[in-house]
């Protein structure tokens, strides 16, 4: 399986937005975890290979969107209404299978190496 790439982190200030994008290939489920400074890693979104079944954590719904475009075999993370505590790592993850807790790691089989956001306040 192919490593994802992430790129689109940023300064941002409170308020703002970015938009996350992930290079991916194959017929993967995707999802975008975040780790912030002192705490673990942690589930932000989610979406199946053909985009639609979206899942968010309850901080960010409402403010964030997962979205796809496969002919670009990429996956953005639409980020609104930023906010200090959006502050982390973000992290785009692939697996084969639909099936399984989307908010578990280890069902995730490739990671990219992340990519940093910081909202000022």
């Known amino acids: 399986q192919v490593q994802p790439v992430e790129s689109g982190g940023g300064l941002v200030q409170t308020g703002g937005s970015l938009r996350l994008s992930c290079a991916a290939s194959?017929?993967?489920?995707m999802g975008w975890f975040r780790q912030a400074p002192g705490k673990e890693r942690e589930f932000v979104a989610a979406l199946s290979w053909s985009g639609g079944s979206t899942y968010y954590a309850d901080s960010v719904k409402g403010r964030f969107t997962i979205s796809r475009d496969n002919a670009k075999n990429t996956v953005y993370l639409q980020m609104n209404s930023l906010k200090p505590e959006d502050t982390a790592v973000y992290y785009c993850a692939s697996r084969y299978s639909s099936f399984g807790d989307y908010r578990a790691q280890e069902t995730y089989s490739a990671w990219g190496q992340g990519t940093q956001v910081t909202v000022s306040s």
């Open positions: 194959g017929r993967t489920f």
